[in-house]
Structures are given as C-alpha cells and as structure tokens.
C-alpha cells in the first residue's frame, strides 16, 4: 500500500477546466475528513472551512467585484466581467481559512501551514475519488472586502480558494523533478 501511495502521490496534478458535478455529499464527506488529519501541534484545530456552491458562486463573483472595483473604480468592463465569472469556473469551491490560536509551543505559521496541509490533502483525495482540483489565491485572498465578505476575523489568514468538480481537460503533462536539486544533507560546522 506504501509504495502505491507515494506514486499515486507523485502523479497529483492540478485541473484548471472543472465542470459538473461536484462530488457528492458522501465522497465530500471522506474529502473533508482527509483535510482534518493535517498536522495538527497540539491538537489546536486551527483551521475552518467555507464551501461555495449553487448561486453563492454568483454571489462571491459579485464580491470580487465589489473588492476590485474599490481598489480600482476605472477597471475595464472585460476585468469586471472576468472577475465576476472567476467562482463560476468550478462547479463548487473551498475557502480554507486558518484560525490563530495563541499557544506559547504553536506559532501562527504552523496553524495557517496547518490548514494548507489539510486544503493539500483535499486535492489529493478529489483525485483519489475521481474528480479534480486547483487550489487559488491571487490578491483576492487578502483583500479587506473579500475577507469580510467571507466572515474572515482579523486574526484569521484566508489560505486559499480550493476549486474542485470534474476535470474537463486532460491533466497537464508536469516533469518529474531531479529530487537532488531540492533536498541536500546538512552536516555540522566543524
């Protein structure tokens, strides 16, 4: 089971084209408790999840809108109208939002990669059970309309929009990377 893992592992890729339907709600089940086995110091729980589908996919396209727009009143109608469609590209989205728990042992970094694990996992078991995904952020995710849109506290970081459904393209061909270009041993200065 081990080696199977590690290359099914190895062939995650992401799917930009995603269409009808989601998963249901018995496979989003399984996809949901996946992201609650991320590494968690302390057991802290630092992470919540918003899902977006249906007609608040509109209505969070509209958000976009209203965001870009107050950073920039003179947007071109073409970027309105893109903004506007951004949610509609996935027939449902998660909003991974990390918590900041202050703990003396567990600091905000580790809970906000906390929470991105757990978002990790997800895209990993959409793949598992068929379906594909394509994790976003972009300045939306820190803009100050967007987060209070979302209901996302002052002390909470947006980690990403998870965007998920049926792939409608076949997976990009990504290259295996040369692992010795990215991982060295470290010794002990003498």
Known sequence: MGEHFVDFMCRRVSYPKLTDPAPQQNVLNRIYRSALRAPDH??????????????????LGELFCSASLAQDENLAPAKIEKLRKMPL???MIIVGISKHIPHPKVPREEQVISCGVGM??????????GFGGIWRTG?????????????????????????????DS???????LDVDAYFSEWSAPE
């Open 42 to 59: 302390k057991q802290l729980r630092p992470w919540r999840y918003r899902v977006i589908q249906g007609e608040a996919r509109q209505t």
């Open 89 to 91: 590209r996935a027939p």
């Open 120 to 129: 990790g996992y997800m895209l990993l078991a959409l793949q598992a059970e």
């Open 139 to 167: 300045p939306l995710a820190s803009d100050p309309l967007v987060r209070k849109g979302l209901g996302v506290d002052e002390d909470e970081t947006l980690v990403g929009f998870l965007y998920l459904g049926t792939p």
């Open 170 to 176: 076949r997976a990009k061909s990504i290259p295996d």
